[in-house]
């Protein structure tokens, strides 16, 4: 063989050499950005059930507040066409309406606890509730008794 066909050779063999050690360092930056994506989507998928968990709360709430708010107005229409302490007094001794689930008559509860004078963090810690939510209930009942 002559030192033309060895340089060749040679220069085949460096150009071999070199697509391989790149090939080589392209699968390891793929490796070590996969791991990183990895980590990320982990840490994403863990807000996203935090966020799921205080959205279920949230609509959990708004669901009972709806429901106080229509037993205040169906309060407020008796009220108003019987004008007389009778309705009062039969509206607050009817029974609350039964909740859909066991979270509604959490709320529910808390609310009386509330109406009752105990503080939101008695109330968050004896229901298990969020001590956020308690005090939003116990600031919505301060606001309806100032108007």
């Given at each position: 063989?002559?030192?033309?066909?060895?340089?060749?050779?040679?220069?085949?063999?460096?150009?071999?050499?070199?697509?391989?050690?790149?090939?080589?360092?392209?699968?390891?930056?793929?490796?070590?950005?996969?791991?990183?994506?990895?980590?990320?989507?982990?840490?994403?998928?863990?807000?996203?059930?935090?966020?799921?968990?205080?959205?279920?709360?949230?609509?959990?709430?708004?669901?009972?507040?709806?429901?106080?708010?229509?037993?205040?107005?169906?309060?407020?229409?008796?009220?108003?066409?019987?004008?007389?302490?009778?309705?009062?007094?039969?509206?607050?001794?009817?029974?609350?309406?039964?909740?859909?689930s066991q979270r509604e008559a959490d709320f529910e509860k808390a609310w009386q606890l509330l109406t009752e004078g105990a503080t939101p963090a008695e109330v968050a810690q004896q229901l298990d509730l969020?001590?956020?939510?308690?005090?939003?209930?116990?600031?919505?009942?301060?606001?309806?008794?100032?108007?």
């Amino acid at each position: 063989m002559s030192a033309a066909g060895w340089q060749l050779v040679l220069i085949d063999g460096l150009f071999l050499a070199l697509a391989a050690g790149m090939g080589l360092w392209f699968r390891g930056w793929l490796k070590r950005e996969k791991r990183e994506l990895d980590q990320r989507l982990e840490v994403l998928e863990a807000q996203h059930a935090r966020l799921e968990r205080v959205s279920g709360r949230l609509q959990t709430v708004c669901r009972v507040l709806e429901l106080l708010g229509r037993e205040d107005i169906a309060g407020e229409r008796a009220e108003a066409a019987s004008r007389s302490g009778a309705a009062r007094s039969s509206r607050q001794a009817a029974a609350p309406p039964t909740p859909a689930s066991q979270r509604e008559a959490d709320f529910e509860k808390a609310w009386q606890l509330l109406t009752e004078g105990a503080t939101p963090a008695e109330v968050a810690q004896q229901l298990d509730l969020g001590l956020a939510e308690v005090e939003l209930m116990h600031r919505m009942l301060r606001y309806r008794h100032q108007g």
